[in-house]
């Protein structure tokens, strides 16, 4: 994951100066080039006499925020990436920081080895951001959405509890289109980077065993909002973007973020957010091993008109049964 960083030129905004020196080191080591500030108007001083790809900025600090870095580099004409860093605990300042636009979030005290995980995504990211700009057609939107779909499949690899997710999502969503009359080739599309948004949760709390830290459980009540923002900004139409932005909505209105429910969630939403529940079943988490067809096909039945919709269940039960490999 070294390669994003090289002769990326980072800004490492933090009023702890050991903090930013051990960051700095930790990038340069992969080949950036990082400038370090001490305080949020010494932020604000060097982001203006930039440029920079990527801004990893403190959120609480004298003489300014790091909102207000933010602020700033989003205004930039050419934006660059930004992550912030917060104390654990602090969730409200961690989802409101990527609500208002930030790439992603890493938690205090820092581990400098996540941070060059999650530098590498959002500069990915950025780049896409980048090629879509650069272009006036949409028919770019299409290839950049799937370069982006590759992106998470990488950070997927890394963890093997989720290894192959989005893949398996899409597989099992393609599946269920035809018997729902939805577009396979757009569903499959979203379902490849529908939990993009992941991204800007720690890695280390993904699988924790135990109740997960208040910020953690913010970040993942968020991130279907996240991807739907991001994916957005590189062009995707609104029937993706709303997909997206609902996959995990129940249809007895007991989901998150929006807690709509029944015909209110978009025919692709539910769809989507059916593939995923399914692609995790068939797949071992810490706490429990994998689910065979039979055994999804149950938590299908009992989840019908409750977590799922009931033509959408119905669907799936009728795809597995007549190919008990689609789970495998």
Not at 26 to 39: F, I, M
Not at 176 to 183: H, K, N, Q, V, Y
Request: with cysteine; charged share 20%.
């Amino acid at each position: 994951m070294t390669a994003p960083l090289a002769a990326q030129r980072v800004l490492i905004v933090d009023d702890e100066r050991a903090i930013a020196a051990a960051v700095a080191r930790r990038l340069e080591l992969a080949g950036a080039l990082c400038v370090q500030a001490h305080d949020g108007a010494e932020g604000l001083s060097r982001l203006a006499a930039g440029p920079f790809d990527l801004v990893i900025t403190d959120l609480d600090m004298p003489g300014a925020t790091g909102y207000d870095v933010l602020d700033a580099a989003q205004a930039l004409v050419d934006p660059p990436a930004v992550m912030l860093m917060a104390p654990d605990g602090d969730s409200r300042g961690a989802a409101g920081a990527l609500l208002r636009g930030a790439d992603g979030y890493v938690r205090k005290p820092v581990d400098v080895e996540e941070i060059m995980v999650e530098a590498a995504g959002v500069l990915e990211l950025r780049t896409l951001r980048q090629a879509v700009a650069a272009t006036t057609t949409a028919r770019a939107v299409g290839p950049v959405l799937t370069i982006l779909g590759e992106v998470v499949s990488a950070y997927e690899k890394a963890d093997p509890f989720r290894v192959g997710f989005s893949a398996r999502t899409g597989r099992i969503a393609v599946a269920i289109a035809g018997p729902l009359a939805l577009d396979a080739d757009k569903l499959a599309l979203a379902a490849r980077v529908h939990d993009v948004g992941m991204l800007a949760v720690p890695t280390t709390e993904q699988h924790k065993e135990g109740p997960l830290a208040r910020a953690a459980q913010h970040l993942i009540r968020v991130h279907p909002t996240l991807g739907a923002r991001w994916i957005e900004r590189l062009g995707a139409d609104r029937t993706m973007v709303a997909a997206v932005a609902a996959h995990h909505e129940r249809y007895d209105g007991a989901g998150y973020p929006g807690k709509i429910a029944g015909t209110e969630i978009p025919p692709m939403a539910r769809a989507l957010g059916l593939a995923a529940a399914v692609a995790a079943m068939c797949a071992p988490r810490p706490w429990r091993g994998r689910r065979e067809a039979d055994g999804v096909i149950a938590e299908l039945a009992q989840g019908r008109g409750s977590q799922f919709g009931p033509a959408e269940a119905d669907a799936a039960i009728e795809a597995i049964r007549a190919n008990p490999l689609l789970v495998a």
